[in-house]
T-cell receptor, first 113, second 114 residues
């Protein structure tokens, strides 16, 4: 099945700086890549997603890029704010799999005021 | 608030026991997914129901079962509980049956097996 690797596991940035989280996937048939933000005591919240027919997608301070050839995708957060502090998960969906989300292991982002 | 409701929020039970976790999807969502989140395994897909029928099955143990009722709420039953079953259990819902569509997660049920 699909295997998603996520790096780094922890990331600390100064407020206002950018943060980048990277993921790789193994199944070249995977075609949907969402990113989730999980705050303490809450469930994962979808923040942005990208499909395999698109190379980049942006939503205000958040952007995601996808490189299908290299099988990796990245989350970029610009002008970080303390409220961006959370655990971020990438995920991939493979149509050849069991129709489920394969999650990365998460990145704990801390934005230092 | 995602609109997905899970009860209870916390559950403490002994090994060997059986528990039921409940999930109410967002209004209008027909698809319900169950996930387990543990420190060593991360977020793992367990099972999906769509409009009352099982649609996909992931890493769900035989001791676990689920169902979706006519009113679309879902229950996850965990039996013969072991210490290793201690985890956060999340329910998510979406309108369509395909997983490559926006899914909304509930706040989870924290299960502690002692």
């Amino acid at each position: 099945g699909e295997n998603v690797e996520q790096h780094p596991s922890t990331l600390s940035v100064q407020e206002g700086d950018s943060a980048v989280i990277k993921c790789t996937y193994s199944d070249s048939a995977s075609n949907y890549f969402p990113w989730y933000k999980q705050e303490l005591g809450k469930g994962p919240q979808l923040i942005i997603d990208i499909r395999s027919n698109v190379g980049e997608k942006k939503d205000q301070r958040i952007a995601v890029t996808l490189n299908k050839t290299a099988k990796h995708f990245s989350l970029h957060i610009t002008e970080t704010q303390p409220e961006d502090s959370a655990v971020y998960f990438c995920a991939a969906v493979s149509p050849t799999g069991a129709n489920n989300l394969f999650f990365g292991t998460g990145t704990r982002l801390t934005v230092i005021p | 608030d995602s609109g997905v409701t899970q009860t209870p929020k916390h559950l403490i039970t002994a090994t060997g026991q059986r528990v039921t976790l409940r999930c109410s999807p967002r209004s209008g969502d027909l698809s319900v997914y169950w996930y387990q989140q543990s420190l060593d395994q991360g977020l793992q897909f367990l099972i999906q129901y769509y409009n009352g029928e099982e649609r996909a099955k992931g890493n769900i143990l035989e001791r676990f079962s689920a169902q979706q009722f006519p009113d679309l709420h879902s229950e996850l039953n965990l039996s013969s509980l072991e210490l290793g079953d201690s985890a956060l259990y999340f329910c998510a819902s979406s309108v369509r049956p395909e997983i490559n569509t926006e899914a909304f997660f509930g706040q989870g049920t924290r299960l502690t097996v002692v």
